[in-house]
């Protein structure tokens, strides 16, 4: 067999846009959208060019390219991180105990999107050499931990088949579980309430029209629809939830202005505005078909209208749309009496320290279970008419 060469790049630069997306979203030659967002050349380097990763932010790229016969056959977005901040699978209790051993937990290697919790492969391999591609890029990456002295790899909200394979490779599989809205063929959002016991579906009435009553109108944009001058206004929504959840938000402002050159094709825009100055506002990503809430935020509180801007009108957009999924971002048990219901994500990780590596393995098997059950419990007490003698009205 040919000799597989693996490079690390400290930037995209180092990588051509056609090979990078022939491993990440191939399926775009047939003129459709990828069916990750988040793993495009042109995401990824919107979040490198606008400074969100690289010096200063704790997200070092080290993006990895595989090399066959002069051909790249495959493609992984590998940071060296210097924290554990923007990833949404908590590893702080394994930092806290490593660095209690006396080892040093940080700088660690994270294969990830950076600040986004939506599950997609990690491992991006050009059509017919998915096994070869991913064999070598977990080998590469773990090559670089060990040669590096680091503690640790972490491959994030990556795909169950990934998950699988990597743990037959030897990676240790962790679960976790967001919550997801799944289109059952609904010809409109009536249809999908009709799914719903009598008193949910008349709690959704409820809060739509409440939150329908805010005073505005709520609009949907995407492409070219979208305005520079829009942009000002998700920034500022941006940095108020930002501020709240995380401290400092991870994105820099030229993060949007990007956006608006080379991405807002991938972006839907959920706002609610007043004389046209939006008060409250939802960032998605558009994929082939799943739509992605990213982010949330107002200037003004208005009852309900969180759930009308991130979840409804998300439900409405993809029922329109022929979109097979809604992803809502991380945790939020909330979204389970809205029609999103429990799914495991799942995630891959290497410790170089046999020992460690022990304890770990042990504690995922429990915390596997646990997710295991309570995604049975949460979906149990799901929405959904249990069965077709329940109330229809």
């Known amino acids: ?68 016969d002069g051909q790249v056959i495959a493609v992984a977005p590998l940071y060296a991180k210097s924290h554990s901040q923007g990833e949404y699978i908590f590893d702080h209790n394994f930092a806290h105990a490593f660095e209690q051993a006396g080892g040093r937990y940080y700088p660690k290697l994270q294969m990830a999107v950076p600040f986004t919790p939506a599950t997609g492969r990690r491992f991006l391999t050009r059509p017919g050499f998915e096994a070869a591609g991913m064999s070598a890029l977990v080998q590469g990456a773990v090559q670089i931990a060990a040669d590096n002295e680091l503690s640790s790899l972490h491959v994030t909200f990556c795909t169950e088949a990934e998950a699988l394979a990597g743990a037959e490779m030897g990676l240790l599989h962790r679960t976790s579980q967001q919550f997801r809205w799944r289109n059952q063929g609904y010809a409109d959002f009536d249809a999908f309430l009709a799914q719903l016991s009598a008193r949910k579906r008349k709690n959704i009435r409820k809060e739509r029209a409440t939150a329908q009553a805010f005073g505005g109108e709520i609009v949907t944009l995407t492409g070219d629809q979208i305005e520079p001058h829009h942009w000002d206004h998700i920034w500022q929504f941006y940095q108020d939830t930002g501020g709240r959840k995380w401290g400092t938000p991870y994105l820099t402002r030229r993060f949007f202005d990007i956006a608006q050159d080379t991405l807002r094709d991938d972006i839907l825009l959920i706002l609610a505005q007043r004389d046209g100055v939006p008060v409250a506002g939802a960032l998605n990503m558009i994929g082939r078909d799943t739509l992605y809430g990213r982010y949330w935020g107002c200037r003004e509180h208005h009852a309900c209208l969180h759930f009308e801007v991130c979840y409804y009108q998300a439900i409405d957009y993809a029922i329109r749309h022929g979109l097979g999924l809604v992803e809502a971002g991380a945790q939020g048990e909330h979204k389970l009496a809205r029609g999103y219901m429990p799914v495991t994500t799942h995630s891959l990780h290497w410790f170089g320290d046999a020992g ?23 979906t149990s007490y799901g929405p959904f008419r249990k069965t077709d003698k329940e109330d229809h009205q």
């Open 356 to 378: 460690f590596r022990a304890a770990v393995a042990n504690y995922l098997e429990a915390e596997r279970n646990a997710v295991g059950e309570d995604i049975e419990i949460l």
């Open 1 to 68: 067999m040919t000799e597989i060469e693996i490079t690390a790049h400290p930037d995209l630069a180092g990588i051509d846009p056609a090979d990078w997306d022939a491993c990440a979203c191939a399926e775009v030659a047939d003129g459709g959208r990828p069916f990750d967002p988040f793993t495009t050349y042109r995401f990824l380097r919107a979040v490198e060019d606008s400074g969100s990763v690289g010096t200063g932010t704790g997200w070092q790229p080290r993006y990895l390219s595989a090399r066959q």
